[in-house]
Every structure is written in structure tokens, then in C-alpha cells.
């Protein structure tokens, strides 16, 4: 699979990449999204998604599988809620890896015969010297010596595709993903490069046959790597793995076609997406002052702090937890004498009428959506009126939904709304762009 391959196509619920029965890609992308390219896209979704996994949502709730799927079909759990799937390894390769353990990797033993050398300060431009100042032999003159390699090379393979893909697909520092290893990692890399490569080496280059020969020169050097690597150990086989699956597009489901990256419903990261963009409006940036309280679960790692999210807690319990039902608002802001209940549903588009009944009798969705948020004004203002110092604040009702650009409507009915409803259209690329920027936070 190269970035040049892939069709870019709208999503309702799935998002990422998906195998065709025809052998080839689409990637399903959230409302507003349509019209980037292939690379634009894959780079922002995936910082996204790794952005909203920090976050540690709550798997029960979301019935989540977090990481590399075990399934040899490359398909996520079967749950009726946000799933990740990661058969392509992007999340454990450049995420997860712990520098550490790669490194550990490149340590190598070297044995010798029991005619040991004589006359070592004659080898000593050979030695390799520690910290404390202790030679190291890699290479001696010896008639029986036997070294232990290639398992070394995986690191420096991985850490050259690691560079390729912060830099010329993220389009990010490498001290965002590697952090103090970043030096570390960039001298491994260039080293693997100047023996196996050449500069021009990529899979992100504009030239999609340059890309297609770069990922076949990857793929042989992954192969003679295994082959020449006596040990395998637990750490060198999951990081073989991950490079196999990043090289060969993944693991194709058994059927011939489904989702093998991304996430499987898109609303918890849609959610999240709208808890920042809110509290990123707000003027106190630490305080957080126009944000009364809000429905915390999915909110980015490190916006808040935990005395804040105790106060939320709090007014939460305190205005909405009634007749054995504790709500949730997904946003109650207030603006001096202006109060705003806020609800956030991942929807192509609003219903131009309250969608009322299903066909069956059953209350639709949608309907119960409608409900709730004006349950939520309701009790809001009910709060205020009983509350002598509200006297006079207004409520108002908004429905946060996924657009082009931002822009707000108000819904007209007959009878009116009250509290008020408008829908509020927020710039999709904008705003996931924004929240993604949190990946080298």
C-alpha cells in the first residue's frame, strides 16, 4: 500500500483505512475532510488518534481495543462503540516503542577460542570505550571468532523508517515522538541509511515509483535481516512484526476487504475534539472560568487539572443527577448572565424536523438526542430560578456538529424552542488540526 494509492472517500461512523475487495485502499475520512489528500489526511488522523488514546478513555464505556490487533483478520472487537484497529502498526512503531527496549537491541556478543590474543595494545585501535573507560573489542584478529549480528540492523531499520515517517509524513520534529532519544535515533538512522541506503530512500516521496522501489529495498533488507539474526528475542520479535506489517500494507481481513487502521466509530473522538476546541475559546486559560462543568471522560491528557475536574464533578451531581439517573452534559458554559448547554453528536447533518417515532413504534435516536438536551436546559434553568442570585440569566440551547466552517443556525419550530435551539456548525479540519497539535505537547 503507498499514499498514492489510496482514495480518499466520506465516512459515517469508521474512520481510517479500509481494503476494498478490489485489492485496493480507501480512507474514510470524518465530515469535512473530503477534500484533503490522501497524506494530508493519514497524518492528521493518526496524530488525532494517538492524541485521544493519551486521553485513556473509559474502555468499558467504549468497549475498546487499544493497540495492534491480535486477530489475524486485522479487525477490531466487535463492541457497538469506538474501537481502535491498528493492523498497519502505526500505533505500536511509532508510538508505543519504548527507545529503551530498541536499543537493547543493538548490544552484541562476540566469542572467542581459547587462544585468546596476546599483546592487546596492539589491537587497542580496534576498542571500542565506555564511560569508565573500558576497551571493547567488536573486531580482534583471531583465528577463532565468531560475532553475533544483523538483530542490530532491525534497530537501525527501524529507526531510518521511524525518521522517514515523523519528518517527511508527519511533517514533525522527531523530538516529538522520540523526545531525548531523538539524537540517539537520528545517528542510528543516518548510519543504516549511509550502509543500506540512499539519500532518496522514502515512502513519502512525490514520485510514487521512487516509493514503490524504496519500500521493495525496505522489505528485502527487513528479510535479510531476519535471516542473519541467530537470536530472536521477545522485543525483536514484536518490533519484526510491527516493520512487517507497516511494509506489507498490514493484515488483510480473511473476507477480502474492512477496516485494518483507524478507529471503528469516530463519536468519542469527535467528543474529544469538541472538549478542546471549547476550552481553548475560553479567556482564562487556566482557570477555565467560562467552563461550568462538562462531561470530562474523553478530554485531552493534561488540559485540566484535577481539582478542576473535582469542581466539574461536583455541579454535575449537584444539578443534573435526578430520579436515579446521573447526566451528563457534554458542555455548560457561562458568560457572565449567559448561560449555553451544549451537546456534541458526530452527524452529517441536522434533522430539518425532530425526528419523533421510528416506523416500529420505537423512539428514534435522534429523538432521544433532542431529549436530552432539552432535559438539560430544562433543569438548568430550573436551578437558576431557584437560586436568588440567577435572577435573570438566560439559557440557551446548542447542538455542536461537524462542518465545512464554523457557523451557527438557529432551529425554528412551531411551537418555539424554549430555551433556545441553534445548531453549531464547527469547522472540521480546523479543529481536528488543532486538537492534533497536541501530539508534540
Not at 483505512?17 to 470524518?30: A, T, W
Not at 539474526?229 to 518490533?239: F, G, L, M, Q
Not at 475559546?281 to 473535582?310: I, K, M, Y
Request: some cysteine; glycine content about 6%.
Amino acid at each position: 500500500m503507498l499514499v498514492h494509492d489510496v482514495r480518499v472517500v466520506h465516512a459515517e461512523q469508521g474512520v481510517g483505512l479500509f481494503l476494498r475487495h478490489d485489492g485496493g485502499y480507501d480512507l474514510r475520512v470524518p465530515h469535512g475532510l473530503e477534500r484533503l489528500s490522501a497524506q494530508e489526511a493519514l497524518a492528521l488522523l493518526f496524530k488525532a488518534f494517538v492524541v485521544f488514546r493519551r486521553s485513556l478513555p473509559n474502555k468499558k464505556r467504549l468497549d475498546a481495543r487499544d493497540g495492534v490487533e491480535q486477530h489475524s483478520e486485522g479487525r477490531s472487537s466487535q463492541g457497538h462503540s469506538a474501537s481502535f484497529c491498528d493492523a498497519l502498526a502505526l500505533d505500536e512503531l511509532f508510538d508505543r516503542t519504548d527507545p529503551r527496549a530498541v536499543l537493547s537491541l543493538c548490544d552484541r556478543q562476540v566469542r572467542f577460542g581459547q587462544d585468546v590474543p596476546r599483546r592487546f595494545e596492539r589491537h587497542l585501535h580496534h576498542a571500542l570505550f565506555d564511560s569508565q573507560g573500558v576497551a571493547h573489542f567488536d573486531r580482534v584478529p583471531n583465528r577463532r571468532r565468531s560475532v553475533l549480528h544483523g538483530q542490530a540492523d532491525i534497530v537501525g531499520l527501524y529507526c531510518a523508517l521511524a525518521l522517514d515517517f515523523y519528518r517527511n509524513f508527519l511533517a514533525i520534529d522527531p523530538r516529538c515522538g522520540w523526545g531525548a532519544f531523538a539524537g540517539e535515533g537520528e545517528a542510528l538512522a543516518n548510519d543504516f541509511r549511509h550502509r543500506y541506503l540512499t539519500s532518496q530512500d522514502s515512502l513519502y516521496q512525490a514520485d510514487a515509483a521512487a516509493n514503490e522501489r524504496s519500500r521493495e529495498q525496505f522489505r528485502h533488507l527487513l528479510a535479510l535481516i531476519d535471516r542473519a539474526s541467530p537470536v530472536r528475542n521477545a522485543e525483536y520479535r514484536n518490533i519484526h512484526d510491527a516493520l512487517h506489517r507497516y511494509l506489507h500494507a498490514g493484515l488483510a481481513p480473511q473476507s477480502g476487504g474492512g477496516q485494518v487502521w483507524g478507529v471503528r466509530d469516530f463519536w468519542a473522538v469527535w467528543e474529544s475534539i469538541c472538549l478542546h476546541l471549547a476550552l481553548a475559546q475560553d479567556d482564562d486559560a487556566e482557570q477555565l472560568s467560562s467552563v461550568w462543568t462538562c462531561d470530562d471522560e474523553h478530554l485531552p491528557h493534561g488540559l485540566s487539572s484535577g481539582r478542576l475536574e473535582a469542581v466539574w464533578a461536583q455541579r454535575r451531581t449537584r444539578l443534573f443527577a435526578r430520579n436515579e439517573i446521573a447526566r451528563r452534559p457534554d458542555l455548560v458554559r457561562r458568560v457572565n448572565d449567559r448561560w449555553t448547554v451544549a451537546d456534541f453528536k458526530y452527524y452529517a447533518k441536522p434533522h430539518a424536523r425532530r425526528p419523533k417515532w421510528e416506523e416500529d413504534g420505537v423512539l428514534a435516536k435522534d429523538e432521544r438526542d433532542f431529549l436530552n438536551l432539552e432535559i438539560y436546559g430544562l433543569m438548568l434553568r430550573s436551578h437558576l430560578l431557584s437560586t436568588s442570585e440567577y435572577a435573570g440569566h438566560d439559557v440557551s440551547l446548542e447542538m455542536w456538529l461537524p462542518g465545512l466552517v464554523d457557523e451557527v443556525e438557529p432551529v425554528r419550530g412551531a411551537p418555539t424552542w424554549d430555551p433556545p435551539l441553534s445548531i453549531r456548525r464547527v469547522a472540521m479540519r480546523a479543529a481536528l488540526e488543532s486538537y492534533a497539535d497536541l501530539y508534540g505537547r
